[in-house]
């Protein structure tokens, strides 16, 4: 089995900054793509950031300078910098990995979401 644990949610004024770190621990042989999605109140889930094993980005049209995602491989932890935040940021921010637990059996996981609130 594999947990992700998350952390570094909070409440903040429009223009401050956040950091979230996702740290991964269990029958891991190796973690795959790295992500954060976020569901905004009413809305679907949908992806901010996604970082693969080779550190290739990816980011939501919406966060692009102004969110950073990385990734320490050795202690398989994903982060996100949320710089010049906005309330339309507001929303449960989930992390997600993608992982190998043997070597033929890759599984999404999830976190339990870690709210972040932006008022203006």
């Known amino acids: 089995q594999v947990q992700l644990v998350e952390s570094g949610g909070g409440l903040v004024q429009a223009g401050g900054s956040l950091r979230l770190s996702c740290a991964a621990s269990?029958?891991?042989?190796?973690?795959?793509?790295m992500g954060w999605y976020h569901q905004p109140p009413g809305k679907q889930r949908e992806l901010v950031a996604a970082?693969?094993?080779?550190?290739?980005?990816t980011y939501a049209d919406s966060v692009k300078g102004r969110f950073t995602i990385s990734r320490d491989n050795a202690k398989n932890t994903v982060y996100l910098q949320m710089n010049s935040l906005k309330p339309e940021d507001t929303a449960v921010y989930l992390c997600?990995?993608?992982?190998?637990?043997?070597?033929?059996?890759?599984?999404?996981?999830w976190g339990q979401g870690t709210q972040v609130t932006v008022s203006s």
């Open positions: 997600h990995a993608r992982v190998a637990t043997t070597a033929w059996l890759v599984n999404d996981y």
């Open positions: 269990g029958s891991i042989l190796r973690i795959n793509d």
């Open positions: 970082i693969s094993s080779g550190g290739t980005t």
